[in-house]
């Protein structure tokens, strides 16, 4: 075209640089659910920055789950620890329970906890971190409410830092956070499904549902029902409603309507 | 000592009171009060008595001792070899630092003039051991010989000093020239002792107050230095050395102790602290400037700092690495660096894993150790069991209106935070008693109840925590009722 060939090489290199663009980050991770991985391209990139905003205050749990179950998949092979950061009054309002961790298949003890005094040094310990090259797997930024100091500035710089470590950045918005422009790769929005009963109507494994709001070159606009299936460490997704059969209980149970009143537990 | 002054008269005389049995008499008296005739042990009624005017403070042997520290603390800008000599001595070996300062006299005269700015008064005299240094300062004056000091300046004791008092000697001078053995014999070897080190026929040394790093660095500069910035200068100078020597150890560094002292005599101490062994300058650096960077009161040069001390009183054995071309396969060095780097700017203790703490009850299994401490291992979940902890935990637990069957049925419907939960799935109740050897810590101010958790499903699929709080009628008369954490 004439018009860009009179720009002068320094500003097309400019353009190019200001240009959102998909960096080439390296292998995909699927997700373990076939439609979703089909949609994702395969899926989710590591060495990239991954949006998940919980629905509403009380999607909050589920959208914190949704990323720790991410953080699991991002980080099968390679550095398998993963650092958390998060505001004080985040931690003051809910701590996290070792064993809750537990119980989703994320081992607590290569969890690294920082509590850091405001959403500033928060951002600034990430862009740290993901800058380190080496023994971290993956970073999660929990940011709680509107976090008006994360814009577009900022995400841009950790999705940089991100891309030129291969450490992977997840940002957990909880509370009632509203999506803003961003660098990130894919955004996902989180909340909570009824989950397939177990015997004498026990809640089950836990069942989320999932909005891909937003992909980098990419479709998105797609909602899906997932469950985590812990002991194999991926998503399967939701069978057809009515079932009533526990997905990793082993062998088949029969199907008694009445009779099912008693749980093996513990 | 300094009497502090308050808003008495100025003029008044002023002492130091202790109690003993039951009555206060004088321990310490300024010269004023020396001088009205009171002397120390005398009841403080009687010296009211006699000096009406008499302004008494009590005793504080911890504050005593604070400022002979602080000012043990200040007197190492002289020499590192600082004894405190109880109560009121400081003992400076100045043994090959003299020479810093323009000769023993000098330093002499300088460190005393330093004493007096901070509004004390001092006596103070050079010798060949720390005792005889002490006696003359005490005793005598910096030309009077040894001989001529009294048997006082021995300190061997009242029983001692009595029976040479007795025997007719009344000065050093009168000991000097006698034979040791007979001298032992008829008053102990510990005078013989005590008179060889006094006149210097016996080696003598200080204990200095803190024992001297085994690695450190200082720079003294002509004129103060008021920039902080080439203070960071010079600290990565001193850091340099400080690393070869360690290289040379085959040592790293894994507390870093950074001295700063003001012209006008305060001392500022900053240090950092680091996971792993470390020996490269600019890593530390670094760590010192975030520290620098993240304290609260900001480093005040005053009229500028006069004098830098770096030293290493904590290392660990590091043995030499060739560098690699690339970084090692688990890359623990480079998480190591960067724990660290964050732990100075934000402090340590914020950055901590999770370690099981060996409780059943659900707030008190997750604890927190150093990031720096090797990851504790977690009991692994029974393979197809649903998640039966939350992710979070509420602390404390939120109270809710529940609606339940009576007396211990499960929960069927509660509200929270104004919202209406109609449950459709829940399993429960897991019973978690308190730990009854910690009866009186329970939360809400009760003491410990029993707790009857469920886990609930509400019919839009979000995952609750509940419990009931006390047995009913067995521990109270109404159970409460709270949430206790989500699950995802």
Not at chain 1, 80 to 86: A, D, F, G, Q, V
Request: glycine residues 10%.
């Amino acid at each position: 075209m004439p018009e860009s060939s009179r720009l002068s090489p320094a500003l097309k290199r400019a353009l190019a640089l200001s240009a959102p663009r998909v960096a080439e980050t390296g292998p995909l991770c699927p997700l373990g659910a076939e439609a979703v991985d089909r949609v994702l391209g395969g899926g989710l990139a590591r060495g990239a920055c991954h949006e998940v905003f919980g629905r509403g205050e009380e999607g909050s749990a589920s959208a914190m789950g949704f990323a720790l179950m991410l953080a699991q998949r991002l980080m099968q092979d390679g550095p398998r620890t993963l650092l958390w950061l998060r505001e004080e009054k985040v931690q003051r309002k809910g701590a996290l329970s070792g064993p809750g961790l537990a119980d989703l298949g994320l081992d607590p003890g290569r969890l690294v906890l920082g509590v850091v005094p405001d959403a500033k040094a928060l951002l600034r310990a990430s862009v740290d971190a993901l800058r380190c090259r080496g023994g971290l797997g993956l970073v999660l930024l929990e940011m709680a409410g509107r976090a008006p100091l994360l814009d577009l500035t900022a995400s841009r710089r950790m999705t940089l830092a991100a891309e030129s470590s291969g450490v992977t950045l997840l940002l957990l918005r909880t509370g009632t956070a509203s999506p803003a422009p961003s660098a990130a790769r894919t955004r996902w929005d989180v909340g909570p499904a009824p989950s397939l009963r177990l015997e004498a109507d026990a809640p089950g494994h836990p069942m989320l549902a999932v909005s891909l709001l937003r992909q980098r070159g990419g479709p998105a606009g797609f909602d899906w029902t997932l469950e985590w299936d812990r002991d194999a460490g991926l998503f399967r997704p939701a069978a057809l409603p009515g079932a009533r059969l526990p997905l990793s209980g082993g062998g088949p149970v029969p199907l008694a309507d009445e009779g099912e009143r008693w749980r093996l537990a513990g | 000592m300094k009497a502090s002054a308050g808003a008495s008269p100025a003029d008044a005389p002023h002492v130091f009171t202790v109690k003993q049995r039951g009555a206060f008499r004088l321990h310490a008296l300024d010269e004023r009060a020396l001088a009205l005739g009171l002397e120390p042990g005398m009841p403080l009624a009687d010296a009211r008595a006699r000096v009406p005017q008499l302004v008494d403070v009590p005793h504080d042997p911890e504050g005593e001792a604070r400022l002979m520290a602080r000012l043990a603390d200040r007197a190492q800008r002289y020499t590192p070899m600082v004894e405190i000599d109880p109560p009121e001595g400081l003992v400076l070996d100045i043994e090959g630092c003299a020479h810093l300062f323009g000769g023993e006299a000098l330093l002499a005269r300088e460190a005393s003039r330093f004493m007096t700015r901070q509004g004390l008064r001092v006596a103070h005299a050079r010798a060949d051991t720390p005792e005889a240094a002490l006696a003359l300062a005490r005793f005598g004056k910096e030309e009077t010989a040894l001989y001529s000091l009294p048997l006082l300046a021995l300190r061997t004791g009242p029983d001692v000093l009595l029976a040479l008092r007795r025997a007719g000697f009344t000065c050093i001078g009168d000991l000097a020239g006698l034979p040791a053995a007979p001298l032992a014999a008829r008053f102990g070897a510990r005078l013989v002792d005590a008179l060889d080190r006094l006149l210097g026929r016996r080696d003598s040394r200080i204990v200095p107050r803190r024992a001297l790093p085994p690695i450190f660095a200082e720079r003294r500069f002509a004129e103060p230095v008021a920039r902080v910035e080439t203070v960071m200068i010079v600290l990565g100078e001193l850091l340099e050395t400080v690393c070869e020597t360690l290289l040379e150890r085959h040592e790293g560094g894994r507390r870093f102790a950074l001295r700063l002292f003001r012209s006008d005599g305060a001392v500022r101490d900053l240090a950092v602290e680091t996971g792993a062994p470390v020996r490269d300058a600019a890593t530390v650096l670094r760590l010192v400037q975030e520290r620098v960077e993240a304290l609260s009161d900001p480093l005040d040069p005053g009229f500028g700092f006069d004098h830098v001390r770096l030293a290493v009183p904590v290392t660990e054995s590091l043995a030499a690495e060739q560098a690699g071309l690339m970084a090692g396969p688990d890359g623990s060095q480079e998480l190591a660096a960067l724990l660290d780097r964050l732990g100075a700017r934000l402090g340590g203790q914020r950055f901590c894993r999770l370690a099981p703490q060996g409780s059943h009850v659900p707030e008190r299994v997750t604890g927190f150790v150093a990031a720096a401490e090797n990851a504790v291992a977690w009991e692994a979940p029974l393979p197809g069991e649903p998640p039966l902890r939350p992710l979070t935990l509420f602390d404390p637990p939120e109270r809710i209106d529940v609606l339940a069957q009576v007396p211990d049925g499960p929960p069927r419907q509660f509200r929270w935070r104004g919202t209406a939960h109609r449950i459709v799935a829940q399993e429960g109740p897991e019973r978690i008693a308190p730990e009854w050897w910690r009866r009186s810590g329970g939360h809400d101010a009760n003491p410990g109840l029993t707790r009857d958790y469920y886990r609930v499903e509400d019919d839009e699929g979000r995952r609750f925590w509940l419990f009931r709080h006390g047995l009913y009628e067995r521990e109270t008369d109404m159970p409460a009722w709270y949430v206790h954490g989500l699950f995802a």
